[in-house]
């Protein structure tokens, strides 16, 4: 689905090739799952300015409920934890360690890192 949205935000721009980066106007923010930036689980969006679609976003959780569960289960320092942490790291959804005010920031240098990937480049911003 953001496939296609991206196809035709390309569009808009009059790209017809999508191995093209298309250089666009965008808006960016950030959102926290609770009020107050003291939520475990943050949201950066990039939203094209000319059409309004959402470009790309990143989810920023700072907890992942099977680390936590298994925390739970065994001791953290046992060797036992480790052993199946190594096999879980690959998988485990924190996104970010730090201040629930910084993942805003955190978010955003990491959509701006990967914009080319999706054949984006972000020249001008708007943003609070």
Not at 3 to 10: C, G, S
Not at 26 to 34: A, E, H, K, R
Not at 71 to 92: M, P, R, S, T, V
Request: glycine residues 8%; neutral net charge; aromatic residues 10%.
């Amino acid at each position: 689905m953001l496939f296609n949205i991206r196809k035709d935000a390309k569009g808009a721009y009059g790209s017809k090739n999508d191995s093209n980066i298309v250089d666009i106007g965008v808006s960016y923010d950030g959102s926290w799952l609770t009020r107050g930036q003291t939520s475990n689980i943050g949201i950066g969006c990039v939203i094209d300015l000319l059409t309004g679609f959402l470009i790309d976003f990143e989810v920023m959780p700072k907890r992942c409920e099977e680390c936590q569960q298994t925390k739970l289960a065994l001791d953290e320092a046992a060797a036992e934890f480790h052993f199946w942490y190594e096999g879980h790291q690959h998988f485990c959804r924190i996104a970010h360690v730090g201040s629930s005010g910084s993942m805003e920031v955190k978010s955003a240098i990491k959509l701006w890192k990967r914009s080319e990937k999706i054949r984006f480049r972000y020249a001008s911003l708007l943003s609070d």
